[in-house]
């Protein structure tokens, strides 16, 4: 099980080395993998706050080049630099207003496995795509064109369950996961409004392989929380 908490753009560096030290001594559950990702500026505090733990560090996107005049971007390489063990990559955020494209998202997939880092590449349907029963037409398109990497891990969240308190029924998360697998054999990871209340049963589903948190990351204890409910499931 991977529990990953995606903390978007909160969480300067000195917050973010406040809420490290508090996450080591929280006593997290050995046998579940957790990782936090932070805003870039907030990586070096995290790696550091974290330093001698197993709790990884991930950033929230990285750049498909080496390095060039990409003014705004950051290399997979500098990402390393400061210590980062992997990133997220296609973040639906990054694709609704950022214009991130399947294409720039394999771009950025490659490049960032190609320089040893972890990835979590996200895919997810719009609500408008699941009334019009596409959901699994976007699922093949943006898994599509990924490559299976031993390092590579999907997220599957639902566009409209991110930040809505709206989670997919575990029913809904199993289908997904189970079409993203049979495309892909990596561990799927669920996002999407997952909170305390609702992660054991989530995680209890078989083709789920762990959740990656947004509101719910934010918090030490409702994070640990969620570590914990994956162990159990
Ligand atoms: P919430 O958990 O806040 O819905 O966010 C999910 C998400 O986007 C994680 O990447």
């Not at 733990?53 to 500098?78: D, L, N």
């Not at 997904?176 to 561990?187: F, N, Q, R, Y």
Request: aromatic content about 6%; proline content about 4%; overall charge negative.
């Amino acid at each position: 099980m991977l529990i990953a908490g995606n903390w978007k753009m909160y969480k300067g560096p000195a917050e973010a080395a406040v809420f490290c030290r508090a996450l080591r001594d929280a006593g997290l559950p050995e046998d579940v993998d957790v990782v936090v990702c932070p805003p870039y500026v907030s990586l070096e505090a995290a790696v550091q706050a974290l330093a001698g733990t197993e709790i990884g560090v991930f950033a929230q996107s990285c750049h498909w080049e080496a390095e060039g005049a990409f003014t705004g971007e950051v290399s997979a390489a500098m990402l390393h630099e400061v210590g980062a063990y992997g990133t997220l990559v296609a973040h639906s955020e990054r694709r609704q207003w950022f214009g991130e494209t399947d294409e720039s998202a394999a771009a950025r997939v490659r490049t960032a496995l190609a320089e040893g880092l972890d990835v979590i590449a996200c895919v997810g349907e719009t609500l408008a795509e699941r009334e019009a029963g596409e959901t699994e037409a976007v699922l093949r398109r943006q898994v599509g064109v990924l490559e299976h990497d031993d390092n590579l891990v999907i997220a599957y969240e639902p566009v409209w369950a991110i930040g809505t308190g709206k989670t997919a029924t575990p029913a809904m998360a199993q289908e997904a996961h189970e079409t993203i697998k049979s495309l892909l054999d990596v561990p799927v990871l669920y996002g999407g409004s997952v909170k305390p209340e609702n992660a054991a049963e989530l995680l209890a589903q078989p083709a789920v392989d762990g959740a990656l948190v947004g509101g719910a990351s934010l918090d030490v204890d409702s994070f640990a929380a969620i570590c914990r409910a994956a162990v159990t499931s």
